[in-house]
């Protein structure tokens, strides 16, 4: 069975040293790991937190934070040189914590939560974007390889990423870094907006895929959304994956006119038994979709 876990950001963003305790917590409602944002120099004590998960039962995933300063994909020598310097970074961070996987959207460019708009480019431009991620990506993937790390690349809808948005995309760019360190991540929520189907995308991702994300469509627990998990799980086992799921149920309680939904909010009331439902109904599936009558 899959391992399945939590974003920690579902409790607290930066999670630091006093939110440790989480880690019991989300064991006890059934996770098999946290996915942990890649922690910023001097957020937390990296041996204090192996020493927490490792206590608590619990393993770890993490997830990159990119920006357009440290940006694979930029024109701009430091923004690009700073985006692989800071991929190695995170693959110390993943050997410090004993961690195998850092996904997310490794390529840069973000666009929304970055303030940046998208704006059409050159063939010229778009064929150098390609090729820095792939320079980029060769170089940190080598730095992952030597730590035992997998980086895994992840796509974002259209208004998230302006070079990296449907999984055709991510194999067009792996087949290109052609290094076995470098792998692919997808999740369910980017792809409602951009994949014609999201099992298909799925089965032609095929054996590149090492993390995987479990979202609805509109990012609320599992089960409240539109999204097919009996196609999605079966897909996942017509591919023989057998890695980490993780759960990103940002809520959405204030739906009054004008509240922006992309801001992050902390939970106001515990959630444990809505992600103890999502984390038993996730299970499930991965269990009985496996017959197929």
Known sequence: M?????????YARPFTAEHFPLFGRMKSLGFDFVELLVP???EIDLDAARRALSDAGIGVVLAARVNLQRNLASHETAAHRAGIDYLRYTVDCAAALGAEIVGGPLTGNPLVFAGRPPAPVEES??????ERCVTGLRQAGDHAAAAGVKLAVEPLNRFESDVLCTTRQAIELLDAVDHSAIRLMLDTFHMHMEEASIPEAIRLA????VHFQANENHRGFLGTGSTDWVEVCR???DVGYEGPISLEPFRRNDDRFGVPFAQWRPPHEDESERLAASTSFLKSHLNLTRYRR
Request: hydrophobic share 35%.
């Open 2 to 10: 899959n391992p399945i876990g939590l974003i920690s950001m579902q």
């Open 125 to 130: 431009e778009r064929l150098a974007r390609k």
């Open 235 to 237: 897909a996942l086992h």
């Open 206 to 209: 095929g054996s590149r895929i």
């Open 40 to 42: 910023e120099p001097g």
